[in-house]
């Protein structure tokens, strides 16, 4: 399970995250179908098409375990919990200063 601080890769790209919030409970972590690995991460095979990938500077978040990831470098791969693509977390508005 995944810990506070904890940086992974992906195995199929250049995908890179660290751990924000940990899960409520223990997660499947993909990133282009294949398990993400504690840095230094070797990546074995390429990834093909796997949807839009992933985004430098953006939180992604699992609502239904709590897990919340900040990528630190981008790649082709998308993050998934249990085959669940994973959101991009809505930056939250900062109150008007009248």
Do not use: F, H, W
Request: proline share 10%; net charge negative; hydrophobic share 30%.
């Amino acid at each position: 399970m995944p810990i506070v601080g904890e940086r992974l890769g992906s195995t199929v790209c250049d995908t890179e995250v660290i751990v924000v919030r940990p899960p409520s409970q223990d997660v499947d972590l993909t990133c282009g179908g294949q398990p993400m690995a504690p840095l230094p991460a070797e990546t074995k095979e390429a990834v093909g098409e796997d949807g839009p990938g992933t985004l430098v500077g953006k939180r992604y978040s699992d609502p239904g375990s709590g897990l919340e990831l900040l990528c630190t470098r981008p790649g082709a791969g998308q993050l998934r919990v249990g085959g669940t693509v994973l959101g991009v977390k809505q930056a939250k508005n900062l109150p008007s200063s009248d």
